[in-house]
């Protein structure tokens, strides 16, 4: 079992940053599959991006200019680095997990298997 806890949320002003964490624990952190996701009220969760095994990482098109996902292993944590925050960026961003062998199509929520709890970012 892997557990995730995403810290690092807050509300910021538009045009900011925020970095957001991942701290996991319950496995090998290595050979983890690692996807942020986000959902604000009212709308379906929608996929930000994944970082795999051996750091390889991908993003959602229209945020590529904006985020980057990474992780730092040895800390057994993921990141994801969100700048030139937006008002659309406000939503409850989660971290979730899978075993790298089952990590496709990572855009899937239900490719994932662990889930966090989530840290809510707000951008006025």
């Known amino acids: 079992h892997v557990q995730l806890v995403e810290s690092g949320g807050g509300s910021v002003q538009a045009g900011g940053s925020l970095r957001l964490s991942c701290a996991a624990s319950?496995?090998?952190?290595?050979?983890?599959?690692l996807g942020w996701w986000r959902q604000a009220p009212g709308s379906e969760r929608e996929w930000v991006g994944t970082?795999?095994?051996?750091?390889?990482?991908i993003r959602a098109k229209n945020l590529k200019g904006r985020f980057t996902i990474s992780r730092d292993d040895a800390q057994n944590t993921a990141y994801l680095q969100m700048d030139a925050l937006e008002p659309g960026d406000t939503a409850m961003y989660y971290c979730?997990?899978?075993?790298?062998?089952?990590?496709?199509?990572?855009?899937?929520?239900?490719?994932?298997?662990?889930w966090g709890q989530g840290t809510q970012v707000t951008v006025s």
């Open positions: 979730a997990a899978v075993r790298q062998r089952g990590c496709s199509p990572p855009e899937l929520w239900s490719t994932y298997r662990y």
């Open positions: 319950g496995s090998a952190f290595s050979g983890l599959c």
């Open positions: 970082v795999f095994m051996n750091g390889p990482s």
